[in-house]
C-alpha cells in the first residue's frame, strides 16, 4: 500500500540553523500539508500546499518558514533560522483529490534545535 | 476560532472492556470528522471519517462513532478492547468547505492491560 514517506525520522540542529525536512507524498495526490506537534501539545496545522502554490497557512507560518515541491516527488519545508520553539515533530500529509478529505500522513521528522 | 476537546487524556482499560472516548468541536457550519489512530512507533493511520448522511460510522478495527449534531460531539466507541488497541487517540475536524487544514484534539493515550 503506498505510503507517505519523511526523512530524516530525526533532525538535530543549532539555533539559527537553517534545516530542511523532507516529504514524498504518496504518488499521484494533489494536495499536500505539513503540521507540526510540540511535546504535549495539540497538533498544529501549518501549510497546504496545492497546484505549486500555497492554499493556506497557519499564523505559526512566517517568514522563516517556506515550502516546496522541487521535482514533482518531493514536498520540503524549510525552516530558515530555526528558534528554540521550533523543537516538535513534523508530519507532512497528502491528499488523493480536489474532491477528498482524508488525509494520509508520514510517521514525521522528529526536530530538536538546541 | 475552531477547536476540538477531548476528554479523556489518559485511559487505562482492561482486555474486553468496553470504550468510549469523548470529542466535542466549536464550529458553526457543517463540518467533516475524523478519528486518527497512531500506534506506538507507526504513523497516524485514519480510524474512521464522517462526511454526511448515517451519524453512526463504522471504522477498522471493529471501531464506530456517533455524530450527534446537537451536541457538537463524535465520540469513539468500541464493545470489546484488545491488548493491540493500545495506541494514542486523535479526534479532528475541518470545515466542509475549501478549507482543509485539520484542527486536532489533544489526543487519548489508551493503555489496555492483557
Known amino acids: 500500500e503506498p505510503e507517505v514517506t519523511q526523512t530524516p525520522s530525526h533532525q538535530v540542529t543549532q539555533m539559527g540553523q537553517e534545516v530542511i525536512l523532507r516529504c514524498v507524498p504518496i504518488?499521484?495526490?494533489?494536495?499536500f500539508y505539513w503540521y507540526r506537534q510540540i511535546l504535549g501539545q495539540k497538533v498544529e496545522f501549518l501549510v497546504s500546499?496545492?497546484?505549486?502554490?500555497?492554499?493556506?497557512k497557519s499564523e505559526i507560518f512566517d517568514d522563516q518558514f517556506s515550502v516546496e515541491r522541487p521535482d514533482g516527488s518531493n514536498f520540503t519545508l524549510k525552516i530558515r533560522s530555526t528558534k528554540l520553539e521550533d523543537s516538535a515533530m513534523y508530519f507532512c500529509a497528502s491528499t488523493a483529490t480536489v474532491n477528498s478529505y482524508e488525509q494520509y500522513f508520514g510517521p514525521g521528522t522528529r526536530l530538536t534545535v538546541t | 476560532a475552531q477547536s476540538v476537546s477531548q476528554h479523556n487524556h489518559h485511559v487505562i482499560l482492561s482486555e474486553a472492556a468496553s470504550l468510549e472516548l469523548g470529542c466535542n468541536y466549536s464550529y458553526g457550519g457543517t463540518v467533516n470528522l475524523f478519528w486518527y489512530v497512531q500506534y506506538p512507533g507507526q504513523h497516524l493511520q485514519l480510524l474512521l471519517k464522517?462526511?454526511?448522511?448515517d451519524p453512526l460510522v463504522k471504522g477498522i478495527k471493529g471501531f464506530e462513532a456517533e455524530f450527534i449534531k446537537s451536541k457538537f460531539s463524535f465520540n469513539l466507541r468500541k464493545p470489546s478492547v484488545q491488548w493491540s488497541d493500545t495506541a494514542e487517540y486523535f479526534c479532528?475536524?475541518?470545515?466542509?468547505?475549501?478549507?482543509?487544514?485539520?484542527?486536532w484534539g489533544l489526543g487519548t493515550s489508551l493503555g489496555v492491560n492483557p
Open positions: 479532528a475536524v475541518n470545515n466542509a468547505g475549501n478549507n482543509r487544514k485539520l484542527i
Open positions: 504518488s499521484n495526490h494533489l494536495y
Open positions: 464522517y462526511f454526511s448522511g
Open positions: 500546499f496545492y497546484n505549486n502554490e500555497i492554499s493556506e
